[in-house]
């Protein structure tokens, strides 16, 4: 049983999700590799540095939403919403926190809020945890994915109050029109368009529902209603396919060039892009693996490692201070198991590399904090949850082997060890499901 479960562990451990993050490891170490031996310069100061992080970050909003199931999504959305609002704003206060001890600063308030989110790509590695209860899976799976977009909303607005207050520059991920109009702008410019996309969305459903009407109507005439509509019906939804696709293609590049990411999380809930799944799923591993490049030529600048295990254990343990307060509200009766391994969720990716690439022009140096912060957060996550599997393992030693004087004995349940001989001379017993001693009926065998 033992080797059983183990086996079925490693086989875990060969997900999509885990071979997606040895191979951003080996990207890392090839992008750090490069910046030391090349000597590029900072690659933020390219003019498509900011419109290439930002496709990136598209692309990986999109892909922690397309995969939300609405019907999970409404079964939870009170905790969804207490998650990714009290949540992320209580782990973002709980890390600057932190942050401002350590290096002081507006830029520390950034730092925390970049890292204050939970990676979707590593949480779907961790659904199959078995000891999570359903609910407990999908909470992590839609807090992971909607606190995305929250945190980055968040750190763009943060990023321009923190610049103003060290007398610095402009945000280039946001219009330059005071702290309160940026944030109410680009919320405004993000709702706009992601209506401007759910209103395409429905015109391309209603394009392939008319097409596939039209042309049952004319497979039944001609055919008496053989296969030919079957096939009619595929060809529509391959069309509305491929137009949601080029949807969806629009929409980052457009998001990317106005740095509008929120409306393209928010489109990842309703624009389905059908049998191209699993080649959006491809693309955010691609935009992970470049990232990670990304990420190890920036480190080549130079990396500040004591701030970066400040931060990558401030977040970790904001998560677990988050968890255990919101926990209740949340779930209402969550179990303690689950209140554990949400609070012991903590992981940080893709998300949090792109916005540390986003957040370099700006805030130089802050990818030399946020990638030690990501290894430290991540192998907290590892080994508390190994340790936490392995408490939970325990399991009661065998009973000794019974002597075979003890296995001739008869298995009794009440007090005597016999029961009382009837007349048809069978041995009878009690039993606490027959009545016996707790009941009225003995069971007569």
């Given at each position: 049983m033992v080797r059983r479960r183990w086996r079925l562990r490693g086989r875990a451990d060969n997900s999509p999700s885990r071979r997606t993050s040895l191979w951003a490891i080996g990207a890392l170490v090839a992008g750090l590799a490069i910046g030391l031996l090349t000597r590029p310069g900072n690659p933020a100061d390219l003019p498509v540095y900011t419109f290439t992080a930002g496709v990136l970050l598209a692309i990986g909003l999109y892909g922690s939403t397309h995969e939300l199931e609405a019907a999970d999504v409404r079964e939870n959305l009170r905790a969804v919403v207490v998650a990714v609002t009290l949540g992320v704003l209580l782990k973002a206060a709980l890390i600057s926190a932190v942050m401002v001890f350590v290096v002081g600063g507006p830029e520390a308030v950034v730092l925390g809020i970049a890292v204050a989110q939970i990676d979707p790509l590593s949480v779907a590695a961790m659904g199959a945890r078995h000891r999570m209860s359903r609910r407990a899976k999908t909470l992590l799976s839609a807090w992971a994915s909607f606190d995305d977009p929250m945190t980055v909303l968040l750190s763009f607005y943060v990023a321009v109050l923190a610049l103003r207050a060290g007398g610095g520059g402009t945000v280039s991920m946001a219009p330059d029109q005071g702290a309160g109009a940026d944030f109410l702008l680009t919320t405004l410019a993000n709702v706009i368009l992601f209506g401007i996309a759910l209103l395409a969305w429905h015109l391309v459903r209603r394009l392939a529902a008319g097409r596939r009407t039209d042309g049952d109507s004319a497979a039944v005439a001609t055919s008496g209603g053989g296969s030919d509509g079957a096939g009619?019906?595929?060809?529509?939804?391959?069309?509305?396919?491929?137009?949601?696709?080029?949807?969806?293609?629009?929409?980052?590049?457009?998001?990317?060039?106005?740095?509008?990411?929120?409306?393209?999380?928010?489109?990842?809930?309703?624009?389905?892009?059908?049998?191209?799944?699993?080649?959006?799923?491809?693309?955010?591993?691609?935009?992970?693996?470049?990232?990670?490049?990304?990420?190890?030529?920036?480190?080549?600048?130079?990396?500040?490692?004591?701030?970066?295990?400040?931060?990558?254990?401030?977040?970790?343990?904001?998560?677990?201070?988050?968890?255990?307060?919101?926990?209740?509200?949340?779930?209402?009766?969550?179990?303690?198991?689950?209140?554990?391994?949400?609070?012991?969720?903590?992981?940080?990716?893709?998300?949090?590399?792109?916005?540390?690439?986003?957040?370099?022009?700006?805030?130089?140096?802050?990818?030399?904090?946020?990638?030690?912060?990501?290894?430290?957060?991540?192998?907290?996550?590892?080994?508390?949850?190994?340790?936490?599997?392995?408490?939970?393992?325990?399991?009661?030693?065998?009973?000794?082997?019974?002597?075979?004087?003890?296995?001739?004995?008869?298995r009794t349940y009440g007090r005597e060890p016999y029961g009382p001989e009837p007349a048809d001379g069978a041995a009878a017993r009690t039993s606490p499901a027959a009545g016996g001693p707790m009941g009225t009926a003995p069971e007569v065998i």
């Open positions: 009619t019906r595929s060809a529509a939804a391959r069309r509305a396919d491929v137009l949601a696709l080029l949807l969806v293609a629009v929409l980052v590049l457009v998001a990317a060039a106005y740095m509008l990411v929120l409306a393209v999380a928010l489109a990842g809930l309703f624009v389905r892009v059908g049998r191209f799944k699993p080649y959006v799923n491809r693309a955010v591993s691609g935009a992970f693996l470049i990232a990670a490049c990304l990420l190890g030529v920036l480190l080549a600048q130079g990396i500040d490692p004591l701030p970066g295990l400040a931060l990558g254990a401030a977040a970790f343990g904001a998560q677990m201070v988050a968890a255990l307060l919101a926990g209740p509200w949340l779930v209402p009766g969550i179990s303690r198991v689950d209140r554990y391994y949400l609070g012991l969720g903590q992981q940080n990716g893709i998300t949090a590399i792109l916005l540390a690439l986003a957040l370099e022009p700006q805030f130089p140096g802050t990818a030399g904090v946020v990638g030690p912060a990501i290894v430290v957060v991540n192998l907290l996550h590892h080994g508390a949850n190994r340790l936490l599997d392995r408490k939970l393992d325990v399991t009661p030693p065998p009973p000794p082997p019974a002597t075979p004087g003890e296995q001739e004995k008869p």
